[in-house]
Nanobody
Framework: QVQLVESGGGLVQAGGSLRLSCVASGITLNRYVMNWYRQAPGEQRELVAKITTDVRTTYADSAKGRFTISRDNAKGTVYLQMNNLKPEDTAVYSC??????WGKGTLVTVSS
């Protein structure tokens, strides 16, 4: 059974940092492009960051310069380091393996 489990969300003040983790089981992580998405209340889901199997990264304009996606295939884990957080980053953050498998998400709340 494939599972993606996110953790690391929480409440943080503007300007603060969080590191999200996505632990995958039941799949061979190094075979998948891994993505972090977010969805704010009343908004559409947005692709925040992507990391390919050969470790090329892509970011949404809103994340560039502040967020860093990385992967540790040996640990079956993908990370999203988020710095200089802003209230508009408040959302549920979910990871996806190739758009096929999805986690349930972790809530990030940034207070002003």
């Amino acid at each position: 059974q494939v599972q993606l489990v996110e953790s690391g969300g929480g409440l943080v003040q503007a300007g603060g940092s969080l590191r999200l983790s996505c632990v995958a089981s039941g799949i061979t992580l190094n075979r998948y492009v891994m993505n972090w998405y977010r969805q704010a209340p009343g908004e559409q889901r947005e692709l925040v960051a992507k990391i390919t199997t050969d470790v090329r990264t892509t970011y949404a304009d809103s994340a560039k310069g502040r967020f860093t996606i990385s992967r540790d295939n040996a640990k079956g884990t993908v990370y999203l380091q988020m710095n200089n957080l802003k209230p508009e980053d408040t959302a549920v953050y979910s990871c996806s393996a190739g758009g096929v498998y999805w986690g349930k998400g972790t809530l990030v709340t940034v207070s002003s």
